[in-house]
């Protein structure tokens, strides 16, 4: 038969308990022997001066009663004139035998007891006292609030685990002394204690890895392969790849995998939740939870620059940057002005509009009258006293200038220098660029979207079709699509487009964000007045309005009434403008004998301009006619082309547009014989500013940028974003498209190749006379030298 031993738990148990307990009883005997030890040498050298001083006064006493002290025989006489000093003596004499007799006594302490003396003994109950000393606790106190002002930086935060730590070895002891507790259970006791379980914890914590971060496996090639795709998507449609053929590449690399993870979790033949859903939201979140679990936290890279600024203050900044200015009677200097002063009217933010700034000699060529501005204070005041007296309230907005230069070939005024430079970087929050492409085809500077946290564009020309209409128009036209497409994608956030006139830019909507001058509505409401009351309003016909040059639709008008001069027998058109083709214009229409008057351009508010009915509009190269809305306030009839630029004006009942030549015809005949219809509540809505401005904070996505709250980078602190979570390589290939404009703008060869103006990489001399400017060679002391 087999004997069995069962396993000695419990004896094994105890002996392990019994060497724990003999090892710290040994620890404890060796602090205790090592404090007896330190108490026997300061005893050893007390009793050592002691004795060292006992012999000093022994010598002093005995010189004492030898010399020192011996009293003279004193007379009579001498007993009244005996100096002070010789009672003193006296009286030292039996005081200095005293002390000798207390001091060589068995008894004698060297402190008095209670006050001085060192009770050595403290040393090991403070290491178990429940509190300390009031008296120490007062003076640390003092010290700890000298050294450190905020109390809760040192005091009791840092002094708990102490507190802890000898609340326990005070229980420890008291254990230690119980004849009842036996080592197995003095283990067990600081096994389950709290403290150590807070130190168990505080490792758990430091070691342990987080949960979130469990179970996402790592990114596969096909995966890797569709997110490089997807973010080289414009890239690629700027080499011929559309971006549909992009997003088919992307979803058949994504579905590989995600069809095999499925797949294992549905039953048999049911596949009909692999279909149809959103492969990019699903790699964005793929990628950013990876990311994540890494650990990873992208702060910028090598061609982007995290250096935006913050919000100073309770309001937002809104720079507004256009490509001209009052007195010349364009749009990009009309238009923005409106956009600065009903920006700023809400009060919500402050705004700085940023217009150009023409040398003398340029503001004879641009400006109409002989009108010239011998300082920008005297010009700004010309802007504010023309705008307040059009919108009816006072502006509140900052107007500063930027230098520039006219070029006479491109009809259109250049900046000199870096133009992001006169908008102060505690000022550089949002930035709103008018014409950005025209902005940044010589842009020698700062890269907006490093500077500003948020940029977006508004294109106002259809640059394209201008260009077109030159000596080798079609070769040119393909060139500067794609450099407009580079400078816009790399300074611009967003991008409105007036109409679809325009082309297509990266990250661009189509939306109109202009408005017509109040002073159109108010006319428009007075004509509707006087027509109820039953008076004549339109007494004359047709008209047109705009600068006389061959592409603002002159060419068009030419060559529609030259075609049906028969069908438009008696028809006669008054044309208001002046330009460039004044002459070339006004010797065509006379050589095919046209009926047209031609007259000096005027305000379109002009009092003798609210008597026309008919606003006749051919142009197909506008991207949106300003002259056609301002017609429509005033309610008038418009016939205009069948084009995007007219896109917005078509749901207005009183816009005529024509498709083809004889539906001009017809188009004409209609107005000429019948009334328009008054505006409507809702329609004089839709022209104002006031709306205009509302669609424009809405597509700008300004609206969100103004409610969010903004960090350095510019996004926003809520969420995990993903331009946060991980590097975008779109945003890395728009800060190389950024360098390499930069470096090219800079070669003054290559400025004169393009047809940039000669000189206006920096700002001249006369520049920094007006504007009271540094010289470039000393704000730019690398290159100017």
Not at 6 to 26: D, R, V, W
Not at 285 to 293: C, D, F, K, P
């Amino acid at each position: 038969m087999m004997n069995f031993k069962p396993p000695e738990t419990k004896t094994t148990s105890s002996s392990t308990a019994e060497k724990a307990f003999s090892l710290i009883s040994k620890g404890w005997e060796e602090v205790r022997s090592s404090a007896d030890a330190d108490l026997q040498l300061i005893r050893n050298r007390a009793n050592s001066f002691k004795n060292l001083a006992d012999k000093e006064l022994e010598n002093f006493l005995n010189s004492a009663s030898k010399s020192s002290f011996i009293v003279p025989t004193i007379t009579a006489t001498a007993t009244t004139t005996a100096p002070a000093e010789i009672d003193f003596v006296k009286k030292l004499r039996p005081k200095l035998s005293e002390i000798r007799r207390a001091y060589s006594s068995p008894d004698f302490k060297w402190a008095p007891k209670g006050k001085l003396r060192l009770d050595l003994s403290g040393i090991k109950n403070a290491i178990v006292a429940e509190a300390e000393d009031e008296a120490e606790d007062e003076k640390f106190g003092k010290w700890r609030r000298e050294k450190f002002k905020d109390e809760r930086q040192f005091g009791e935060l840092n002094w708990e685990p102490i507190k802890a730590f000898r609340t326990r070895l005070r229980a420890l002891e008291v254990e230690l002394k119980s004849p009842s507790s036996s080592p197995v259970e003095i283990l067990e006791g600081i096994k389950n204690s709290e403290f150590v379980e807070k130190v168990k914890s505080s490792l758990k914590s430091i070691c342990k890895e987080p949960e979130e971060t469990k179970g996402v496996p790592p990114l596969d090639v096909p995966e890797l392969l569709a997110y490089l795709v997807r973010q080289s998507s414009p890239f690629l449609d700027q080499i011929g790849i559309r971006r549909d053929i992009s997003d088919k590449i992307v979803e058949s690399l994504c579905s590989k995998r995600r069809n095999k993870l499925l797949l294992r979790a549905l039953p048999e033949g049911d596949s009909s939740l692999i279909e149809g859903d959103n492969m990019n939201d699903e790699l964005d979140l793929r990628i950013a939870s990876v990311l994540q679990s890494t650990g990873h936290h992208y702060e910028g890279g090598f061609w982007s620059d995290s250096t935006r600024q913050n919000v100073s203050d309770g309001k937002r900044h809104v720079a507004i940057v256009t490509t001209a200015s009052l007195p010349w009677m364009t749009g990009t200097a009309v238009n923005p002005l409106f956009r600065a002063a009903y920006l700023a009217k809400s009060e919500k933010q402050n705004v700085t509009l940023l217009v150009p700034w023409l040398c003398k000699s340029d503001q004879e060529l641009v400006y109409p009258n002989n009108l010239t501005f011998s300082s920008p204070e005297e010009q700004e005041l010309y802007i504010r006293n023309w705008l307040e007296e059009r919108v009816g309230f006072k502006t509140d907005f900052k107007i500063s200038f930027y230098p520039g230069k006219f070029s006479k070939e491109r009809r259109s005024i250049i900046p000199a220098g870096d133009t992001s430079q006169f908008i102060p970087s505690r000022d550089a929050d949002i930035a709103i660029l008018e014409e950005p492409e025209h902005l940044n085809w010589y842009h020698h500077g700062k890269r907006w979207t490093d500077k500003f946290n948020h940029v977006v564009g508004i294109v106002h020309t259809n640059y394209l079709e201008y260009i077109k209409r030159e000596k080798n128009g079609a070769l040119q036209a393909f060139l500067v699509k794609h450099v407009n497409n580079w400078v816009t994608r790399a300074h611009c956030d967003k991008v409105l487009r007036l109409s679809a006139a325009t082309q297509d830019l990266p990250r661009s909507v189509v939306c109109n964000v202009h408005g017509v001058n109040p002073k159109f509505l108010k006319i428009g409401e007075k004509v509707a007045a006087e027509r109820q009351s039953g008076q004549q309003v339109f007494s004359k016909g047709a008209y047109f309005l705009g600068k006389m040059v061959w592409a603002k639709g002159y060419r068009e008008l030419l060559d529609l009434l030259a075609k049906h001069k028969s069908d438009l027998d008696g028809f006669n058109v008054d044309v208001f403008g002046n330009g460039e083709d004044a002459h070339e214009v006004q010797t065509t229409a006379r050589t095919l004998n046209l009926n047209v008057n031609f007259m000096k351009g005027r305000d379109h508010a002009d009092d003798s301009l609210h008597s026309y009915k008919v606003f006749i509009n051919p142009s197909i190269s506008d991207v949106l006619c300003t002259a056609t809305a301002e017609a429509l306030a005033m309610g008038k009839f418009v016939v205009c082309a069948d084009h995007p630029s007219n896109e917005f004006f078509r749901a207005f009942p009183n816009c005529l547009a024509y498709k083809t030549s004889e539906d001009f015809v017809a188009k004409v005949k209609e107005a000429m014989s019948s009334e328009p219809q008054p505006l409507t509540p809702e329609e004089q809505y839709k022209l104002s500013w006031e709306a205009a401005t509302q669609r424009f904070m809405e597509y700008s996505d300004l609206d969100k940028v103004l409610t969010s709250e903004t960090r350095r980078d510019g996004k926003n602190r809520k969420g995990m974003g993903k331009s946060v979570s991980m590097p975008n390589l779109g945003g890395m290939v728009d800060g190389s498209l950024a360098f390499a404009h930069y470096c090219l703008t800079g070669n003054e060869f290559l400025r004169l190749c393009t047809g940039a103006i000669p000189g206006t990489r920096d700002y001249d001399k006369q520049h920094c006379e007006d504007l009271h400017l540094l010289p470039p060679q000393v704000e730019n002391p690398i290159y100017g030298w």
